[in-house]
Nanobody
Framework: QVRLVESGGGLVQPGGSLRISCATS????????MGWYRQAPGNQRDWVAL???????NYADSVKGRFTISNDNAKNTLYLQMNNLKLEDTGVYYC????????????????WGQGTQVTVSS
């Protein structure tokens, strides 16, 4: 069983930066894809960025050029560096782990963290 614990959320002004983390434990060898989703109040949960165990990354169009996903295998920790934050980046950010890309994009398959709140406000 994989366990995910997010941290690092907070309040930041527009144009600012923030890095959130996801500590991973358990059956890490079963993970093929990890990444981040976010959910704003009243909205569905949308994917933001992912990284495969081969190191391939992919980003939602709304965050390309501003967000960077990375994985520190020695620390079993996933990161999301968020730069030039905008008001619309506000939401709860969830870490997710799945065996592959199909599972990654299936809301009912995979393992979710509890979420960390990111608020962008002046």
């Amino acid at each position: 069983q994989v366990r995910l614990v997010e941290s690092g959320g907070g309040l930041v002004q527009p144009g600012g930066s923030l890095r959130i983390s996801c500590a991973t434990s358990g059956s890490i060898s079963s993970i093929g894809v990890m990444g981040w989703y976010r959910q704003a109040p009243g909205n569905q949960r949308d994917w933001v960025a992912l990284i495969t165990n081969g190191g391939t990354t992919n980003y939602a169009d709304s965050v390309k050029g501003r967000f960077t996903i990375s994985n520190d295998n020695a620390k079993n920790t996933l990161y999301l560096q968020m730069n030039n934050l905008k008001l619309e980046d506000t939401g709860v950010y969830y870490c997710k782990a799945a065996s592959g890309l199909m599972a990654w994009h299936s809301p009912n398959i995979g393992v979710w963290g509890q979420g960390t709140q990111v608020t962008v406000s002046s």
